[in-house]
Structures are given as C-alpha cells and as structure tokens.
C-alpha cells in the first residue's frame, strides 16, 4: 500500500503530555514483548487473576463471532507457561471469539515475559487503569464508520437542530441545541 491510497484527513500528530508538576520516568522498563500469530489451542486462562466468563461476557463473544473482521481484532496479551502454553493476561473474550467462531486457528498476541506476578500485575493495571470512552465518541466513531443508526440518529438531531457535540465535561452537556423558534400562542 502506498501513501497516495491514505487519508490523512483529521490526522493530527501525537505530542508530549506537559504536566504541572515534574514526572519521573521508569528507568528500568522490563523485558520487550514480542508480536506472534499464536495457534487458538494453545491459549490458556488462569482463574488465580483472570475474570469469569459471565453473560456480558458470552454476549460480547457473539458479537465478535457474527461480526468479526481482523480490523477489529486487536492483538491479545499473553505470557508464556511452557509446554507450548500461553496465558491469557488481555484479549479472553477475542480468544473465546476466535475458538467459537472455528475458522480463526492462529490469532495476533504480543507476548510478555517476566513470570506470574508480572501477569498478575499487567491483568491488573490494563484492565484497571482505563481510560473510558465516552458514549459521544463511540457515537461519532460510529456516525464516520457509516453504521445506519447513528446516521439515522444524527439526521434526526440535524432536523431539530441539535448537534451532538464531540467535548463535554465528564459526559455532561453533550447536546447543544440551536435557539428554536418560540410558538407564539394563538389568539
């Protein structure tokens, strides 16, 4: 693929973070992982830290299941076991996704190293320091994708001349509405 076949439109470069205060950068960063497509049979969980598959959990297999595309398969987080095992530290619920689907046999992992406390660890901090997408946001990722309920949705808001803003203030005031016409009461 050539750069000439590339939309750059609403690219914006990425930038330092400037804090008030100084920061300390780790000096000592670990052991690199490694990027490697990983056969599906060899994916493993560990109960000691991972989560249980629950009903939000199961739903959200279905969908990777009935709408799968590797454009929206991010690569997993696994550790190596031994014995040709990995576990799964991030991605359990694309890893179900690709088993139950049947068809996937290897799926894209980066690979950590450094032993179960260090998976414990990383379980913890990547799925316990989030920062959450705002309803706003999935709703305009979606209206740019084409989904026909989020057009349908802004063409209703565009038609009562309300906008759905891209920023608010922790989820609040998304809306604005442009002034409407007061009806003036009949006589």
């Known amino acids: 693929m050539n750069d000439s076949n590339l939309d750059f439109d609403g690219l914006i470069p990425l930038g330092r973070v400037l804090?008030?205060?100084?920061?300390?950068p780790a000096t000592v960063l670990g052991v690199p992982g490694k990027l490697e497509w990983i056969p599906v049979?060899?994916?493993?969980?560990?109960?000691?830290y991972q989560r249980p598959m629950n009903e939000a959990g199961r739903k959200n297999v279905r969908?990777?299941?009935?709408?799968?595309?590797?454009?929206?398969?991010?690569?997993?987080?696994?550790?190596?076991?031994?014995?040709?095992?990995?576990?799964?530290i991030d991605g359990q619920h694309r890893a179900s996704g690709a088993i139950t689907h049947g068809g996937v046999r290897e799926v894209p992992c980066l690979i950590i190293y450094g032993g179960r406390a260090v998976e414990a660890?990383?379980?913890?901090?990547?799925?316990?320091?989030v920062t959450s997408v705002l309803p706003v946001h999935i709703f305009h990722a979606r209206l740019l994708a084409g989904e026909p309920e989020a057009v349908a949705i802004d063409a209703c808001c565009m038609s009562a001349g309300v906008e759905v803003i891209r920023r608010g203030y922790h989820g609040r005031a998304f809306m604005n509405a442009s002034p409407l016409p007061r009806l003036a009461a009949s006589s």
């Not at 804090?19 to 300390?24: H, L, Q, R």
């Open 19 to 24: 804090f008030s205060d100084p920061i300390k």
């Open 41 to 48: 049979n060899q994916l493993y969980i560990d109960h000691r």
């Open 63 to 88: 969908r990777i299941v009935e709408g799968g595309s590797w454009a929206l398969f991010s690569p997993l987080i696994v550790a190596p076991r031994g014995a040709g095992r990995y576990a799964v």
């Open 121 to 129: 660890r990383a379980f913890a901090i990547i799925n316990g320091q």
